[in-house]
């Protein structure tokens, strides 16, 4: 387990491995995090796709151009529908407690609710990216 403070001074603890997880959140967080690696959750994702359906502009591979066209969709499908990151939707799944109150909803509709809960205490793209990050560093031993 692992703490994270929020800007607000909320202290978070979390697992610092989905593999520690109870096997149906494990499997919550990899969905978010899958979506977010592979399709994305911010503006840089979406500047991706483009770049990659621009870069396939006059190219016969149609396939490759039905892919990127059909995950910039999935994107904004995504974007639009949750209105959260699914970066910050993964690792709310890893969130244990807050502020020493134990967070017990991990159903998606519980883990949008933590997801707000824990923006309106100060959680943004940046401090999210640093923390996975670390976890990430944890997790590879690197």
């Not at 202290?11 to 919550?28: G, I, Q, W």
């Not at 995090?33 to 503006?43: H, K, Q, R």
């Not at 529908?81 to 807050?98: D, G, T, W």
Request: hydrophobic share 35%; with cysteine.
């Amino acid at each position: 387990m692992k703490e994270f403070t929020l800007p607000s001074g909320c202290v978070l603890l979390a697992h610092d491995s989905p593999r520690t997880l109870p096997e149906s959140r494990r499997t919550e967080h990899d969905y978010y995090a899958l979506v977010a690696s592979g399709i994305g959750s911010n503006m840089n994702d979406i500047d991706r796709h483009f770049e990659t359906m621009i870069g396939l502009i006059g190219s016969d591979d149609q396939d490759a151009q039905m892919n990127a066209i059909n995950n910039t969709r999935f994107l904004f499908a995504n974007l639009l529908e949750k209105q959260q990151s699914p970066a910050q939707l993964a690792f709310c799944c890893l969130v244990e407690s807050i502020d020493g109150q134990a967070w017990t909803d991990y159903t998606p509709e519980g883990v949008e609710q933590l997801s707000r809960e824990l923006a309106s205490r100060g959680l943004n793209e940046t401090l999210l990216q640093s923390w996975w990050a670390e976890l990430r560093k944890k997790s590879t031993g690197n």
